[in-house]
């Protein structure tokens, strides 16, 4: 088993900028790629970032692209969404998740954590 919790959510102002990490626990984490999926209330969940076990790959939602920053730190075990210039409609759970490939739909993904919210206010 693979556990995974994130942290780092909260409320914060349009423009503003915030850290999402994930630590995870019980199995090698290097093998896998993590992901970072969110889902606002009333939405399915949706695919954020994807990066692989070295960290050279990365793979973003067009609607992040160029405001979100997805890395790791296979010696901590921990994989980070970095989110700047946060708007109100990515107000939502956030949630990390491991798959053994790069994927973009969350049933490809194994492992998923409780979730962290993050609330961004016009």
């Known amino acids: 088993q693979l556990q995974l919790v994130e942290s780092g959510g909260g409320l914060v102002q349009a423009g503003g900028s915030l850290r999402l990490s994930c630590a995870a626990s019980?199995?090698?984490?290097?093998?896998?790629?993590m992901g970072w999926f969110r889902q606002a209330p009333g939405k399915d969940r949706e695919f954020v970032a994807v990066?692989?076990?070295?960290?050279?790959?990365?793979y973003y939602a067009d609607s992040v692209k160029g405001r979100f920053t997805i890395s790791r730190d296979n010696a901590k075990n921990t994989v980070y969404l970095q989110m700047n210039n946060l708007k109100p409609e990515d107000t939502a759970v956030y949630y990390c998740?491991?798959?053994?490939?790069?994927?973009?739909?969350?049933?490809?993904?194994?492992?998923w954590g409780q979730g962290t919210q993050v609330t961004v206010s016009s």
């Open positions: 998740a491991t798959s053994i490939t790069r994927e973009t739909r969350p049933p490809q993904y194994d492992y």
């Open positions: 990066i692989s076990w070295s960290g050279g790959n990365t």
């Open positions: 019980g199995r090698t984490f290097i093998k896998y790629f």
